[in-house]
């Protein structure tokens, strides 16, 4: 690890011009690539107290080993000398997108004699119109079967071409109308590559015209009682229009527009293009990356038009982009943007209308794509080994965690305190074996006692099944007889708390680590690893250590860890919103001993009140399915019990003062709702 101060620049030493910079490691390789309007602006930057700079910044400054620099005269040269330089060194502390050479093509390959239509992937070649991206292949295979009858453009390859211009005869293709077959001279080259320009005037949503002069060739050819004319024309244009409709119109005014969407955490993103050509959707792709580095919601807009358009010219940049956040500066991005297409660009963020509803489309699926991929990391079998692995490493653990649980304390304002412990094996969640916990030795907030406390009761537990299975004899005394069943009931199930975990993992940092550690050391358990995992900087805390462990951005530990602090942050907030709306929800009813929910419903239901029901006989309470007569006893004593005082009595007029209680009545599912407490429950919502 290198001290930024062994290779930061000499007073003076950089110009304060703008320019591009790149870090080196110790081996010489560029580790980082940027830009700056001021360099020595920028570059002072990186040489504060690595106390202060965030954990991504100081991981990369302190990987590398030397800063080089190059001026350039505008913001745009910088911006295009910084995409030439990622692309060429592909530094690995720079956002990287991946999967965008996967999606597939329609491509014309107009740089032929004979241009031919395909499906192409992978880095673009020069004279080739490309139209999409698309979704799938066969998506592409669709619409080309559908415009060949219209279009009939050359699609096979240049061995079978130059096996039917040899032997004379055409393929399948030529003999059913589905090529023009130049192969055989049934049309001569330039009129084959007049065909490949009407398809690709269509396809780049020049739509109209086209069908316009079809339907009037169609009503000539009909005027002129040459039906079958007619109808060759008529399934023609039917096949057009059908080709069309697979691509939805989205935008009424036929705008050409490209729609970028973001949605990020703390360690990735992804980002979703939405390409629309002549109001209707032409093609979408989406990315994801590590951020690796510092990086807001503006940058990665800005990495993505790099992306995008830094080897595109002409038409393939369109004449507006609609963006969530605009780079700073913008003038630069949307400058470089219009010299590469020749013509003005406009780059903005869509505010309402149309536009801001299509924007709101595509990041739902940059939010679709963001889960997905962590859903396909998370079940990744080499992924999950190589995570717990590092975990291990940078814990100083003898092995691989296997079994980590994770605790959360959750509540609003000091109210319905409870806690969480969710459990992951091999990376995993175990549903089944998540516990939660009523916080009861204190009341009021205090998350570090609320700790000490589920650490306190999860793991003397733990030592009570112990002992009880005889699995641990303490001072040489004899087993309860129950040390055949091990850490499983009679019905095979696992006791609860019976496994005990390698780690266990706190929200919080060194207080709530101290907390749980402190539990642990007064219950004489020294061989479960504590650590804590801070939410504001992904800081991973150790009971003795005064620094936290700070993990790469990229690791697939810290990747881990942050997955198991999430879910017990879920699982403990559902909780308490749970506990939070059952009190709110509280009635006469919940005060009789063994009355569950389902029979509480089934009076309210049948009564339609608890007014009523109190004054039911204990025969007309039988009648409830499921209600014996011992438990309707139990109700009517229990409701007398809980009868309204009686009323008080206004002595100035002798008037009786009635105070109604909170009526407890079923909606609409037969659920029971007390009268008076949404508004109760509105107040105390945060």
Not at 102 to 130: C, F, I, W
Not at 244 to 255: C, G, I, N, P, Y
Not at 441 to 467: P, W
Not at 635 to 641: D, K
Request: net charge negative; proline share 5%; hydrophobic share 35%.
């Amino acid at each position: 690890m290198a001290d930024p101060s062994s290779y930061r620049p000499k007073p003076g030493e950089i110009p304060d011009s703008p320019g591009v910079y790149r870090f080196r490691d110790e081996h010489r390789r560029v580790i980082y690539v940027g830009k700056a309007k001021s360099l020595r602006q920028r570059l002072a930057n990186y040489f504060q107290d690595l106390a202060s700079l965030h954990p991504r910044t100081r991981t990369m400054v302190t990987t590398a080993a030397s800063v080089e620099w190059t001026i350039v005269s505008t913001e745009v040269e910088a911006l295009q000398l910084e995409y030439s330089w990622i692309k060429e060194y592909d530094p690995r502390f720079n956002v990287k997108y991946r999967d965008d050479k996967s999606y597939p093509y329609l491509a014309v390959t107009m740089n032929e004699d004979y241009p031919r239509v395909q499906v192409m992937r992978g880095h673009k070649k020069k004279g080739v119109r490309y139209f999409g991206p698309y979704g799938h292949a066969w998506a592409i295979r669709d619409t080309v079967d559908l415009l060949l009858r219209v279009f009939p453009v050359r699609t096979c390859s240049a061995g079978v071409f130059k096996n039917a211009a040899r032997t004379g005869r055409p393929c399948l293709l030529g003999y059913i109308g589905k090529c023009s077959a130049p192969c055989v001279d049934r049309v001569s080259a330039d009129d084959h590559r007049e065909l490949a320009e009407e398809f690709c005037d269509f396809m780049a949503g020049r739509t109209g015209t086209y069908l316009r002069r079809l339907e009037k060739r169609m009503t000539e050819a009909a005027e002129e009682m040459e039906y079958e004319r007619a109808a060759r024309l008529r399934d023609d244009i039917g096949a057009l229009k059908k080709a069309m409709e697979k691509s939805a119109v989205v935008l009424a005014d036929a705008t050409d527009a490209d729609l970028i969407a973001v949605a990020e955490d703390e360690l990735e993103a992804a980002v979703q293009i939405f390409h629309v050509r002549g109001g209707r959707v032409r093609g979408q792709r989406g990315w994801v990356t590590d951020k690796v580095e510092e990086v807001t919601t503006a940058a990665l807009v800005e990495h993505a038009l790099q992306q995008l358009y830094g080897e595109e010219t002409g038409d393939a940049v369109p004449k507006e982009v609609l963006v969530p956040a605009l780079p700073e500066p913008t003038e630069p991005v949307q400058e470089w943007l219009t010299g590469r297409r020749g013509s003005q660009v406009s780059l903005r963020i869509p505010q309402r209308g149309d536009k801001r509803a299509l924007m709101e489309t595509v990041e739902r699926n940059a939010q679709q794509a963001l889960a997905l991929h962590k859903t396909k990391r998370a079940s990744d079998l080499t992924t999950r080994s190589r995570a717990l692995e590092e975990i291990a490493d940078a814990l100083d653990l003898d092995s691989a965690p296997l079994r980590i649980e994770c605790y959360d304390i959750s509540h609003l304002q000091g109210d319905d305190v409870v806690a969480s412990m969710v459990v992951f094996e091999d990376g995993l969640q175990r549903k089944n074996e998540y516990r939660r916990f009523q916080i009861k030795g204190f009341a009021g907030q205090d998350d570090v006692r609320s700790m000490h406390e589920v650490i306190t009761r999860r793991f003397r537990r733990y030592l009570a099944e112990k002992e009880r299975t005889g699995e641990w004899v303490e001072d040489d005394a004899e087993p309860d007889g129950l040390g055949g069943t091990g850490l499983k009931d009679d019905d095979g199930r696992p006791k609860k708390f019976a496994y005990p975990p390698q780690l266990v993992v706190v929200d919080g940092g060194r207080p709530q680590v101290a907390a749980a550690r402190r539990a642990l050391d007064e219950l004489g358990i020294d061989d479960i690893a504590v650590c804590g995992l801070a939410k504001r900087l992904e800081e991973v805390w150790l009971p003795d250590d005064d620094d936290p462990v700070v993990l790469p951005r990229t690791s697939e530990g810290l990747y881990l860890l942050q997955r198991v602090r999430d879910e017990a942050h879920r699982f403990a907030i559902t909780y308490q919103r749970t506990k939070r709306a059952k009190r709110f929800r509280a009635g006469p009813l919940d005060d009789v001993p063994g009355l569950g929910e389902t029979r509480k419903q089934a009076l309210i239901k049948h009564f339609g009140s608890v007014k009523k029901l109190r004054s039911a006989t204990i025969e007309q309470i039988q009648e409830v399915p499921g209600i014996g007569r011992k438990t309707a006893e139990t109700i009517a004593a229990t409701l007398a019990r809980l009868a309204p005082a009686v009323p008080a009595v206004n002595t100035a007029t002798g008037e009786i003062i009635e105070e109604e209680e909170p009526e407890t009545t079923a909606d609409s599912s037969g659920e029971p709702v007390t009268a008076g407490v949404p508004d109760e429950r509105r107040r105390q919502e945060p």
